[in-house]
């Protein structure tokens, strides 16, 4: 396996999220770890023309959360509604790094 495929692994299920989401938006968690006391979430973000790194801070969830990778990644779709329908990866770039609490809520 040569370091490009997982990403490219990553990549291909964020984009089916952002077909099959209303927002045009897909996630898909790459890499999980806890880091300076916070949990934290490395995530692609896609909406099927372009995509880009995000981060998600857990917000005192501790080093052992009960929050899935698929909770990660419907937080950050349902967040993503809340943004500006024209440019909504972008004004989600700028969100940047995002923030989860215990109950899989994420907000910027």
């Not at 990403?7 to 291909?12: G, Q, S």
């Not at 969100?95 to 215990?102: E, F, R, V």
């Amino acid at each position: 396996m040569n370091a490009a495929e997982p990403v490219r692994d990553h990549l291909a299920h964020a984009q089916f999220h952002a077909r099959e989401h209303p927002t045009g938006i897909g996630a898909a968690v790459v890499e999980t770890r806890f880091k300076d006391g916070a949990h934290v979430w490395d995530c692609i973000v896609a909406d099927g023309h372009e995509w880009h790194y995000v981060r998600v801070v857990g917000r005192g969830v501790g080093p052992f959360p009960n929050i899935s990778a698929e909770d990660v990644e419907q937080g950050i779709e349902q967040f993503a509604a809340t943004l500006p329908e024209p440019d909504r990866l972008r004004h989600l770039l700028n969100a940047n790094p995002l923030h989860i609490d215990g109950n899989g809520t994420v907000s910027d």
